[in-house]
Structure formats: structure tokens, C-alpha cells
């Protein structure tokens, strides 16, 4: 797909991204040379409000496949809340958490800061405070529409990132093929998922 030049390099999506910034939507895109972009559903918003500036519609659609293929869609927290163990006020923590993600007023005061909540409830609430815009509401449709793969707790492991950003790399650099790329990736997951198990 990219000697057909259907996407972008992984270089020329590196050198427009840090044209403007993380998290901000690439220039080729704003000007149409790009014809989509994958987004986080927490970052869209970014996208729709720059498009409409420039009289530009924005249009959620399926990732493409081919017929039968597969699909490798994940849903999962982009900002989730914690609480720190070595905290000294525990119950003050939970206090905060608990209204700024249930009570109404919480949930009011924070609107769509950390993204669309997952939470119906609070979902809910936003919506009949007008506070659930247009594309927030197509991106919750097409979540709901979406079947995602089964949560792994390997999915965050840092080193496990770690080896597929390095190995993708590798390959969209043209450094290894995509055998080698794939075969030398699933070793070394293996391995480390392994390893993780081991320490449990």
C-alpha cells in the first residue's frame, strides 16, 4: 500500500507530526493531502474543530480490510484516575474520584476534559446538560457498533510496546522484511510474556 502510495510512509507521517505537534492532527490532513487519519476517540474532537474552520466535513468510517480479514480493534482509558498507594489521605482520594466520575455535579464540572466517559450514568448526564457534542456522539455510536479484541493484561506491558514500536520501525523503515519482522516479534514476545509469568 505504500509503493501504490494508498498510506504514507512511516517518515512522512513522522515528519508532518512533528510538524505541528503530539496530538495534533497532521497538516497533510487539514489540507487534504491526506485523505484520513487514525485517531484515539478521546482526540477526534482536535479533528472536527479545525476541519469546520476550513468548511471541512469530518466523516468516522471502518478501518478497511480485506474479505474475511481480521480486525484489531482496542478499546481501553486513554487518561484513567488512580490512586496511590503511598497516598496519606486514602479516603479523601476515593472521596474526589468517586464525585468527580458519579455525582452529578462531578460529572458536569469535568465534561469531556478526560474524553467521553465510559460511564453511562455520567454519559447521561452530559448529554441532557448539552454538553455531548455532535462527533462525541458518533464516536460513542461507533464504539457501541465495534467488536474490539478481548482485553490482555500484556497489552500495556512497556517492554512489550517496547518491541513492536522497535520492530515496526525496522520494517516501515525498509530495514527487514515483513517475515523477518513478524517471525523476530512473536520470539521476542513470546519471551517476554514468558518472563512476566514467570514473576508472578
Known sequence: MVDAKVTPTLQELQEASAAVGSGVPVKKFLSVEFAGVTEWAATVGNSYQLLQEQNQKLIISKYPTITDGSKGYVLQS??????????KHPKETAKLLNFLINDP????????TR????????????????????????VTEYTKDTDVMPKNKYLKMTHIQ???????????????????TASKMLAEMQSAISQYDSTE
Do not use: C, R
Not at 455535579?105 to 469531556?112: S, T
Open 78 to 87: 486513554i487518561m484513567p484516575f488512580g490512586i496511590s498507594k503511598n497516598t
Open 162 to 180: 517496547t518491541i513492536f514500536d522497535e520492530n515496526f520501525e525496522s520494517f516501515a523503515f525498509g530495514k527487514t522484511s515483513a517475515q523477518e
Open 105 to 112: 455535579e462531578g460529572v458536569k464540572a469535568m465534561g469531556l
Open 115 to 138: 474524553g467521553i466517559p465510559a460511564n453511562e450514568k455520567a454519559y447521561k448526564i452530559l448529554e441532557e446538560n448539552n454538553q455531548i457534542d455532535d462527533i462525541s456522539k458518533q
